[in-house]
């Protein structure tokens, strides 16, 4: 199993950046994906980035492209999202997972944690 704890939301401005984190344990090591989706109430979730650790390979939304960074360690204990200019759109519950590949989507995911809120709002 796999435990992941998500920090780092906030309440921020249209235009202003936020650091998520994501700090795992467990077997990490059995899975070779690690990224994060989001969510809205009502919605389906959203994949937004990850990163595949056989190849290194990172992917994203296509609508956080150029706004937002995934980054982490090898031993994918650790993980973060770097959003910058962030968007009213943006504005979700952001989830940590881990799975044994990047999927289609970016939101299929074997474990996750409890998420973090993020909000953009003026």
């Known amino acids: 199993q796999v435990q992941l704890v998500e920090s780092g939301g906030d309440l921020v401005q249209p235009g202003e950046s936020l650091k998520l984190s994501c700090a795992a344990s467990?077997?990490?090591?059995?899975?070779?994906?690690i990224g994060w989706f989001r969510q809205v109430p009502g919605k389906e979730r959203e994949g937004v980035a990850c990163?595949?650790?056989?190849?290194?390979?990172?992917f994203y939304l296509d609508s956080v492209k150029g706004r937002f960074t995934i980054s982490g360690n090898d031993a994918k204990t650790s993980l973060f999202l770097q959003m910058n200019n962030l968007k009213p759109e943006d504005t979700a519950v952001y989830y940590c997972?881990?799975?044994?590949?990047?999927?289609?989507?970016?939101?299929?995911?074997?474990?996750w944690g409890q998420g973090t809120q993020v909000t953009v709002s003026s």
């Open positions: 467990g077997s990490t090591l059995r899975y070779y994906a």
């Open positions: 990163i595949s650790s056989t190849d290194g390979r990172k």
């Open positions: 997972g881990v799975s044994l590949y990047c999927h289609e989507g970016l939101n299929e995911y074997d474990y």
